[in-house]
Structures are given as structure tokens and as C-alpha cells.
């Protein structure tokens, strides 16, 4: 204390410990705090006085960040160029090399689609082999798939989802906002009949798809979307006020719930028995009839119901922030 | 078949069906139905673990009524368990320690949405660890991402948004390299089961044909993997990320879901295409080259930030470079370095972010690292904690950090060409570590000037955290201490690869 | 056949660049929507109905169905805006 | 014309259109666009696997008139992979709107730079 160096400012130790105080850079220059050189000197005499003391004049502070990002963006998007223009090169010369389109002797028309055709039938019951192939060869993907669009609607809900029943009035605003619905013109004559005409037609459609995903081209999966776009058009002609008799968020969650719950049952119970050795012990039916194959059948609506329900609630939330 | 044996399908599918049933429960028992399954999968875990020890293979297991190339499997062995034991031990620990602010954060009716994406990215982990299918993996990758994007989110405060749209953004363009990757491999070899599809690659490099396509599928897959977790070119996303989300989440996105994309990498590299090939084809040294870029600019940016939740971010930057770089010397001793580099990371990145927010709670909340001046004292068992994991990180010994560096400078000793950057690189990067841990770790410690510390709340008795705090610098003295067992362990898990 | 099938790809690769290059986004979600469509018939093509049966009602309706309706909420709150700022 | 870009022309065309949504997901500053983009990459990997399961002359996987034979018959495993990669990708979609909605609400713009600096500023204040 009783004796300081006089240039105790430009030592080593000063600057660490002004640094560990966080008040200045341990570069000599202070990154953050001055403008480097060439800059200044391209700047003209305001605009450097005014870098040089950024806490009075934020305005050309922030100019100069604009600078720099423009730099950077600039020097970002000639790299991404090149970057992407490599990817695609790189993936065009490989497909040079790659086995000739539609030949038989491709080294993926393998064994393991050849018996996907010749016992498909037999092993899972399924004239359709793509749905047999998806619900019982490799069934474990398609329920991870199911799972990806629960948890994106989870994701959705978290993000749009306004909850006013806490009493919160900011809350209350923002569902009134939310809902544009409010500001449109109701009982447009034309959807409506139109709807009253297309809306049966697509459910119909949607439900025919779905129940004959193991015979004919479809499944679970595009049913799901048809009978999900049919509910989207039927809430856009008439209302969130008949919607909401029988399709609230109650709903959504119980029938979501069960379909799952009934698709992870069935299927562990299928993966358990397959690994251990053990007979499933369910009757497969007879090929081309409707309620054959097993547990796809049943699997088919789950994942229907799954799939509306998910579709439909994505365009309630967008919409309304709330079903 | 020995009941233990289905453990890690019971692990996935309890997992996922619990995220499935939390949907109808309210916030509290979705908390405690997260809980009881990330403890009972870990105890699955640590027995499937004990098993593969026991008989010393792995087993693989049908997901179905079909063998191997036709149906889907899932596979166990030593590092699939020890893996699955400590990220499991891990996200419990983080999930108990962040639970307060878990519920301070998410808005009330939406806390058991926070659960079912805990849930879900549990079984996720656990479904890219043990997955013997290359497109099994690409989906449980998705609800991987996904579920951590509802992480980050899940906090609607600061820039967390923002963050979250920048990390879709990377993981998709991630996702869609490794998606055309997979349909490469598929188009070149015509499976999708990883055992069937490496006696492909096998036949096709005997053959010598399709030498081209099968380069492009290692660069693709590896960079796609690369851009999820984060290595240094593409770690734009990481500071935000990590910075902005809730304690927990940051815990687990920093601990577990790029560790997660590493090990797949891993796991491709050694069960698909072949370790010697993906050597012969130079891959292994553009991710050395990257990693060694990762250790030291990712020091560098941390040096250079002053948010303190921020500067440990991109210390995970540096961190992952580590692992590439082990990864990238190409050898066996660098591979068992890599690994053993993740758990040290991800055990010791988790402890950090918890025991950084315990030190805020008492310091009034303000990003600065200068507020928290004086905090060790406040709040003296986070203050520890922070220390523990600043010292491991720097490689103090008796901790887990040191032998994952004594492990990378001995598998560099037996690489000649790479000997020379990597001990380089290594040094510079842990005295750049030691500079801004220890920096943060003088500030805990010293006294402030005002009476700001009287201000700022002093400690409220927020037990859980405290308890998580103990249990992770204990599994971090284990790491540490009972280093040669876990070692050896990974590497007749990685024997058990091939 | 050939010739159907390569002004197929070409149109694909037409549509492609133009939801890339056009200004008005709504004008290249509805370019997007006619994109899924020609992949949709080039499945069908292709041998694959379940396909195209999914990609007709997924990509062509369902997300194009959320595309328009997240335009319309933009709209919507940037109307909002302009007339928060004109009343004060 | 027997060159291999020729020969492979769909798995050419679906490479280009993989590079233009690659390109579009990574440089496009509105997000929406990043987000035609994403599905248009997704669209044109899709493409790829489901022309590798093609074989000329051969009928749709569904069984007809008891024909089991592996040569009547296309490829059925790829059809199945992208039923799955359709439904993954039409959920990121949504979460992205999603997001986006929620963006343009607090920070009143869809540019992702602007969205960027905005919530930097919004910080600082």
C-alpha cells in the first residue's frame, strides 16, 4: 500500500485482475469496447468520435454493428454458396456411380424384399405388402413415427396454447386476439353447401382408406390426413361453436391417449413374444377379407384416430390457440 | 432368454409409454412418473451392464416375430449399458436439481408437457444407444431433436425463441445430410439392420466397387451427425441454446442429446462401415482437423464472453472438439479416449449448469459473471460444485476431466502423424481453459466491494438442488478415481463392436 | 412414357426454383402445393399408390392447409399492428 | 444419352432439388422460405428412395391373382421408408410454423437476421 509503482496501470497483473473483474478485455485492444483502426479510419470524424464513446451515442454504435453484420453476412452467404454448391456437385458425382435406375439386379432387390413379397401374405396376412411390411416386419420405426407427431404436437400446444384460466387478463387478451375467427364473415352460403356435400364424401373416403390400409394402397397414415382435412374443412364452414360440441381438447387428449396406449400395448405384446420365442396366438384370418391380418387392422385405426385428431388440432392451435 | 435380456426394449417402450400417459396428468404427477422411469431405467440399465459383463457379449434382440435382416432389433453390450446407466444417472440428476426452476420457468398448466419431452427424449437417448437399425435411428433422431427443441422453448422468456428456431434450422439441414446418407447406404447395399449391412460394405470394398459412393456416405453421415452435435464450424446455435433454456434443459442439452449424436457417429463407424474403412478414407482426418479447430476457438469465444451461462456453453464447443479429435486419431485408444471424454463431459457440463444456477439464485438473477462475486459464500455447496466441475474441466487431478486428458495424450503418443498437433493443441487449450475457469472460480471467491451480496437474496435452502450438486461431483470423484474399471469396460464394449 | 416422365422432372425442377425465387410468399406456397402434386403423379408413376396417396393428402393438403393459415395469422397480426400504431 | 447422369436421371433430378432446398433451408433469410425449403429437401430425398425401389416393369407391392413371385413385384421396402419420412417431416413442419407464428408475434418480422438482432436488443434494453 505505502509504495505503488507508477506504472502499476500497464502491468501484467492489473490487467488480470481488471479482466477477472470483467471490467476490461486481457487482449490489449478491449474487443468489445473500441473500434479497431481501419475502421476508424474509414469512419468519418463524427461517426469516430462516436465510436470511441459508445455509451453516449448509441445510434453510431449501431451503425457500426450493422457494418460488421453486413460484412459477415456477406462473407457467410459466398461461403454457403460454395458450400451448398459442393454438396450438390459431390452428391451428382456419386450418382454416376451409383446401381442403374429400375435393374432387377440392384443390390437392394435383396432377400429381404424378396420375402417381404412371397410370405408377406402368409406371415402377416396382408394383401397390401408396403402396410404389412410397416405394421409387422419393421413396426418398431412406425411407432417411433406415431410418437414424432405426438411429440410435435406437445411441442405446439407448449407454443400456442393460451390458457386463460388462470384469471391472467393479459392471458384473456391474447386468446381474443388470437381468435381471427371472430373478425370473418359467418354463414358464407356457398362453403357451407358445398360443405354439407364434400365434408360426408371426405370422412367416407377417410374412413374407407383407413379400414382398407391391408388390402388396398393407404393405411393408417394417409386416412388419418384425409379424415383430418375433412374436420378442418367442416370447421372452417361452420365454426369453432359446432366444432366444439364433440371435438374438444378433453376429447383430442382421451381419444390420443387410448390410441396410443392401445398401439404400445399391442405392440410390445408382439415385440415380447417375437424375441422370446413365444406364439402370438392371434388369428390372422382369411387374405383379402376385411378383418384379416391380424392386429394391423386395429393398428390402421389407431393410427388413423392418432393422425386426425394430431391434424386437426394443428389447425385448431394455429388458428385459435386453443380447440 | 434370461429376463435381463429384454430389459433395454422394457427401457424404451416404459419411457415412451409413460411420455404417452402424461398427457392426461397434471404437472406434479407427470414429475413424479419422469422420475420413477428415468430410475428404473437406469437400474435396467446397470443390469443389462452387469449381464454383458458377466457372459462378456453382446446379444442382439428381435423387435418382433422376424430375424435379422426382415425386422427391426435392438442390440446390448457393455458400452451400450455402461452409456445407457450414466446418461440415465445423469438426467435424473439434472431433472432433480432443475425442478424448482423447471416450475418457475413453465407456465403452470404446462408443466406436464415439460415431462412427456423428458420422457420422450429419454427414450429417444435410449433408442439411438441400442438401435441396431439405421433407419430406427434416423426417426428416434427426429423425436430426439424435437423433443429438445420443445426444451428450449418451453421457456418462453429472453432469447429462447430465437434460439429454438436456430437449432431447428441447423438439425434439420444435420437431418437431411444423414437421411440421403442412409439412402446411399441403402441403395448401395441394400439393408438397413447394421449387422447385414456391414458384411454388404464388406463384400462391396472386397469388390472394389462403388468406391465413390461410399466415400460421399461417410462424409455425409458424418457431417450431418457433425451439424446436430455441434462441432466447431456449426456450433453457431450452441450458445444460445444453452444459454437461454431452463437449467435442466440446459443440463440435458449440453450433457446428453449431442453426446447422443456421437455416439450413433460411433456406432455407424464401427458396426456399419467398418472402422478400417472410414480410416483408409481420409474422413477421420477432416474431423481431426475440425476438432483440434473446436478446442481452441471454443476456448477462445468463452474467454472472450462474459454471461457466465454462455462462456460454459461454448466451453461445450471446445469440449466436443475433444471428443472429434479422439474420434479423428483413428485409433482404438483414441476411440476409448473419445468415449470416455463424453461421459467426463456430460457429467461434469451438467454439473456446471446446475451449480451455475444454484450461484445465481443467490446473486439476483443477472447474467453478468461480475454479480456473482461473492456467491461461493452464499451459497457454499454450489459454489463447490462449480469449482469441482471448473477444476475437472481444466483437468485437475483425482477428477474426471484429468484422465480423459491423460488418455488423449497417451492414444496420441501412438498415432506418429497426429502426435505433434494434438499434444500442441491439447496444452494451449487446457491453459485457455484454466484461464476462464479459473477466472470464474476467483470471482466466486472473492469478497465484494459493496453490499450488494446483503442484497441479493441470501441462500434459500433449496435442498434438491444441493442434493444434485453432491450426487454429481460424486460421480464425478468416481470417474476420476474408479477410471481403470470404466476403461476397460469401454474398451471390451468397443471389442464388442466389431 | 419416357417423355411424360422427363417433363415431369423438368416441371419439378421448375417449381423448385420458383418457390425459391418468387417474391410473394403466397404465390410460392401455392407453387410448393403444385410441386407435391407433380411428385404425387410421379409416384403413381413410379409403381408407389401409397405414396402418392399420402402425399396428396399430406404434403398437397394438409401442409399446405398450414402454410396458408400461418400466412393469414401474420397478416392478421400485422394488421393489428398497423392499427395499434394508427390509433396512437 | 447413355451417359450415367442421363441413365439415373431421376436420382439426378431428386439430387438437384435435394441442393436447392438444402440451399434455400441455409440461405433464405425469411423463415418461411427456410421452411419451403426444408419440405422440398425432405420431398426430394424421398423421391431418391422411392426411385431406388422402382424395377422396370413390374407392378405395384400388392398381391394379385395369388401371384407370389418376388419378380412380379417392385420393391416394397422403400415405399415403407418414406410413408414413415412423410409424417416426420410433416410434424418439424408444423412445429417450424408454429415457431414462426409465435416470432412474428414478439418480434414482428419473419427476416431471421432482423429476428436475431431484435432479440439482442431487446436484451440489452
Known sequence: MSRQRDDYEKSWWYRFRKWVDGEMDLLDEGMEIRVPDEMLAAMDGEGQDAARHPAENKEHTFSYDGRGIRYFRRFYQVMSVLLCLSIIFVLLWTVAYLPAFGNAGNPDNNEVSARYIERGLQETGAVNIVTGMILDYRAFDTFGESCVLFIASCCVLVLLRIDAADGNEQARKRLEEANDRLFEPKNDVILQKCACVLVPLILVFGIYIVLNGHLSPGGGFSGGAVLGSGLILYLNAFGFGKTERFFTEKVYRRLTLSALTFYCLAKSYSFFTGANHMESGIPLGMPGRILSSGLILPLNICVGLVVACTMYAFYALFRKGGM | ?498 | MKIFEIILLLSLVVCALSVAFTKDLLTSIVIFMSYSLIMCVLWVLLQSPDLAITEAAVGAGVTSILFFVTLKKIRAIRKEDRHEQAER | MDTPLFVNMEETVSIILFGIGFTMLMLHRNLIKKILGMNIMDTAVYLFLAVKGYINGRMVPIVTNQIQDASAYINPVPSGLVLTGIVVSVSTTALMLALTIRLYERYGSLDLDEILMRAKEEERT
Open chain 2, 1 to 498: 432368454m434370461s429376463m435381463v435380456q429384454n430389459f433395454p426394449f422394457f427401457s424404451i417402450i416404459l419411457a415412451m409409454f409413460s411420455g404417452i400417459a402424461s398427457s392426461v396428468l397434471d404437472g406434479k404427477r407427470a414429475k413424479h412418473l419422469s422420475l420413477c422411469v428415468i430410475a428404473v431405467t437406469t437400474g435396467m440399465s446397470a443390469a443389462v451392464l452387469r449381464f454383458c459383463m458377466k457372459t462378456g457379449e453382446s446379444y442382439t434382440y428381435m423387435m418382433g416375430h422376424f430375424p435379422a435382416p426382415w425386422g427391426n432389433e435392438i442390440r446390448a453390450g457393455a458400452l451400450e449399458g455402461l452409456t445407457a446407466t450414466l446418461f440415465g444417472l445423469v438426467m435424473f440428476f439434472s431433472v432433480v436439481g432443475g425442478m424448482e426452476h423447471t416450475a418457475a420457468d413453465v407456465e403452470g398448466s404446462k408443466q406436464n408437457l415439460f415431462y412427456i419431452m423428458i420422457d420422450l427424449m429419454l427414450s429417444s437417448l435410449l433408442a439411438l444407444i441400442y438401435t441396431n437399425d439405421l433407419f430406427t435411428a434416423y426417426v428416434f433422431v427426429e423425436i430426439n431433436t424435437i423433443a429438445g427443441c420443445g426444451l428450449i422453448m418451453i421457456r418462453q422468456k429472453g432469447r429462447s425463441l430465437s434460439a429454438a428456431i436456430r437449432y431447428m434450422i441447423m438439425s434439420q439441414l444435420g437431418s437431411g445430410l444423414f437421411l440421403i446418407g442412409l439412402s446411399l447406404l441403402y441403395d448401395v447395399t441394400g439393408h438397413l439392420l447394421m449387422t447385414p449391412a456391414k458384411e454388404a460394405v464388406a463384400v462391396i470394398e472386397a469388390a472394389g466397387l462403388y468406391a465413390v459412393p461410399m466415400l460421399v456416405i461417410m462424409a455425409v453421415v458424418s457431417v450431418g451427425l457433425a451439424i446436430k452435435s455441434g462441432l466447431y464450424p456449426f456450433h453457431y446455435w450452441i450458445p444460445d441454446t444453452y444459454g437461454y433454456a431452463t437449467p435442466t434443459a440446459s443440463a440435458i442439452l449440453s450433457g446428453l442429446v449431442s453426446k447422443g449424436y456421437i455416439f450413433l457417429l460411433i456406432k455407424i463407424f464401427y458396426r456399419v462401415l467398418g472402422r478400417e474403412n472410414v480410416i483408409a478414407s481420409e474422413i477421420v482426418n477432416v474431423l481431426f482437423v475440425f476438432g483440434l479447430a473446436g478446442m481452441l476457438m471454443g476456448s477462445v469465444h468463452a474467454i472472450l464472453e462474459k454471461d457466465t451461462r454462455r462462456m460454459i456453453a461454448y466451453s461445450s464447443v471446445a469440449q466436443i472438439g475433444y471428443i472429434y479429435t479422439g474420434i479423428g486419431l483413428g485409433t482404438q485408444a483414441g476411440m476409448v479416449a473419445a468415449v470416455f471424454h463424453m461421459f467426463t463431459h456430460s457429467a461434469t457440463k451438467a454439473l456446471l449448469f446446475i451449480s451455475a444456477v444454484g450461484l445465481y439464485e443467490v446473486s439476483g438473477d443477472r447474467k453478468d459473471f461480475r454479480s456473482l462475486r461473492g456467491a461461493g459464500y452464499r451459497n457454499p455447496l454450489a459454489g463447490i460444485g462449480f469449482t469441482v466441475g471448473s477444476l475437472s474441466m481444466v483437468g485437475f487431478p483425482m477428477l474426471s476431466g484429468f484422465i480423459s486428458k491423460l488418455l488423449f495424450a497417451t492414444s496420441a503418443l501412438q498415432s506418429p502423424h497426429k502426435m505433434l498437433p494434438t499434444v500442441i493443441a491439447l496444452a494451449i487449450s487446457t491453459i485457455l481453459n484454466a484461464v476462464y475457469f479459473l477466472r470464474l472460480v476467483i470471482t466466486l471467491y472473492s469478497i465484494p466491494e459493496t453490499s450488494r451480496g446483503q442484497a441479493a437474496s441470501p441462500g434459500k435452502s433449496n435442498w434438491k438442488l444441493q442434493l444434485s450438486v453432491v450426487c454429481f461431483i460424486l460421480l464425478n470423484l468416481t470417474l476420476g478415481l474408479y477410471s481403470q474399471p470404466i476403461v476397460e469396460w469401454i474398451g471390451s464394449g468397443l471389442a464388442m463392436f466389431d
